[in-house]
């Protein structure tokens, strides 16, 4: 029991030294980016070389400190059904309604604390861990509060 304690204070401590010196050394900085078509790949594409010639931004995807997140497309719209072609037409067209099933949010970290939990935006309701994911107790004090429901991963 005291072993397990320690061991997850040390985790909990490692992790929060780790993020402290990686906000010392500077923050990832991250850019959102819609990519959905050839064309939109290309305008990315034109935009980083353009911006390549900046020697801070540069350095800064060479470090690691700038990363490029892809937005989530949009759903699909609503595809009508096609019609036999001997069918008599009757009035408008089916159409097929479609559903796309909400994005859970995923953390794969092993252990995740409550500064983790803080980060989910509110309204989020789920929230995927790993299979071997630990929630530290105020980690889970704020899941609970903010009515989070936590789904374990099969990774």
Do not use: C, W, Y
Request: hydrophobic share 45%; aromatic share 2%.
């Amino acid at each position: 029991m005291a072993n397990d304690l320690r061991a997850l204070i040390r985790e909990l401590l490692s992790e929060e030294i780790a993020a402290l010196r990686a906000e010392m050394r500077g923050a990832v900085q991250e850019e959102h980016i819609r990519v959905g078509t050839a064309a939109d790949l290309t305008e990315f594409a034109l935009s980083v070389a353009r911006r390549a010639s900046d020697p801070t931004f540069a350095a800064a995807l060479r470090e690691g400190r700038m990363r490029f997140v892809p937005e989530p497309s949009p759903p699909p719209r609503h595809v009508p059904i096609a019609q036999p072609a001997n069918a008599s037409f009757t009035g408008a067209p089916p159409t097929l309604v479609t559903t796309v099933p909400a994005t859970v949010l995923e953390l794969m970290k092993p252990l995740i604390t409550e500064r983790d939990i803080a980060a989910v935006a509110e309204g989020e309701t789920r929230l995927r861990i790993g299979r071997r994911s630990r929630l530290t107790p105020l980690a889970g004090d704020e899941v609970r509060r903010r009515g989070i429901r936590i789904e374990r991963s099969a990774k």
